[in-house]
């Protein structure tokens, strides 16, 4: 999926894991490619773009990189197909040889909002190589005392994700699990929640964004999934 002139979304991409997926996916696209950066903060995107630019300047593969400030727990009226047309910046979809979307936004304690791929200009098009990313996590499948809010909507949106792989037969799916990761959203547990998870986490190994990431990486890359919507976790025994 790499080295070819691409399409990449990324969303939650102002920091943290989404900010790492921006910026190493970026260094793997081919010539011509364009990055569209989704979040709220305008200075954490503008700060990935500048990122994501000192690494593509010096490679032969420069990309252009559109910023988009949206708020995806209220994006009534939100058009997507405007940002997406935005960040195309002249050419259009067929153009590009693989479209590639990463949903990573969330939050512990707010409910996220999905983007709806079949509204998007890229459904056209079979020719386009397309994959779908989500990041899920092991609150999907397992409960932690205290967050049922956040345990819920990510067995949802897992869901929402899995259906999308039945009904995009021609996009390839996959909802990758990254494991307790170092980013503000661990700040965030390790303050916040109950006394038995606290705990719990201070056993566990935390991750860093650049190990997670590599793994996606390597699993997009070897194909790791049985098939499309499949859910791969940082921790499976996968060679
Ligand atoms: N860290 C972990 O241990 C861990 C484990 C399993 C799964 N995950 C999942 O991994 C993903 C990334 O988490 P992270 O650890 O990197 O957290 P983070 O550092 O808190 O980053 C979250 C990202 O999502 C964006 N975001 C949050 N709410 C948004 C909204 N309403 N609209 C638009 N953007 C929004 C944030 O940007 P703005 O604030 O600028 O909008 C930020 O870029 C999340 O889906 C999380 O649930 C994380």
């Known amino acids: 999926m790499w080295g070819k002139k691409s399409f990449l979304v990324v969303t939650g991409a102002s920091r943290g894991i989404g900010r790492e997926i921006a910026i190493k996916f970026s260094s793997k696209l081919g010539a011509g490619s364009k990055v569209v950066l989704i979040a709220r903060s305008t200075s954490g995107l503008h700060a ?3 990122l ?3 690494v593509t300047n010096k490679t032969a593969n420069p990309v252009g990189v559109t910023v988009a400030s949206v708020d995806l727990s209220n994006s009534a009226g939100i058009e997507f197909n405007d940002i997406m047309e935005e960040g195309c910046d002249l050419d259009s979809p067929e153009t590009f040889d693989s479209a590639i979307m990463v949903h990573n936004a969330g939050t512990l304690g707010t409910v996220h909002k999905k983007r709806d791929l079949r509204r998007n200009k890229f459904h056209k098009g079979p020719e386009v ?4 990313v989500n990041i899920t996590s092991l609150a999907a499948l397992k409960p932690f005392p205290g967050w049922s809010m956040y345990c ?3 067995a949802a949106r897992e869901a929402l994700f899995r259906n999308l792989a039945a009904e995009e037969r021609d996009v390839m799916v996959l909802n990758y699990s990254p494991g307790p990761v170092e980013t ?12 038995e998870i606290k705990s719990a986490m201070k056993e566990t190994t935390i991750l860093t964004v650049d190990q997670t990431v590599s793994r996606l990486i390597s699993i997009l890359d070897k194909g790791i999934f049985s098939k499309s919507g499949a859910r791969v976790d940082y921790f499976d025994d996968i060679v």
Do not use: D, F, G, W
């Not at 190589?129 to 779908?132: A, D, I, R, V, Y």
């Open 129 to 132: 190589k397309k994959t779908l």
């Open 48 to 50: 990935t773009r500048n």
């Open 184 to 195: 503000e959203m661990m700040t965030q547990v390790l303050e916040q929640s109950l006394p």
């Open 52 to 54: 994501i630019l000192a």
């Open 152 to 154: 819920s909507a990510r």
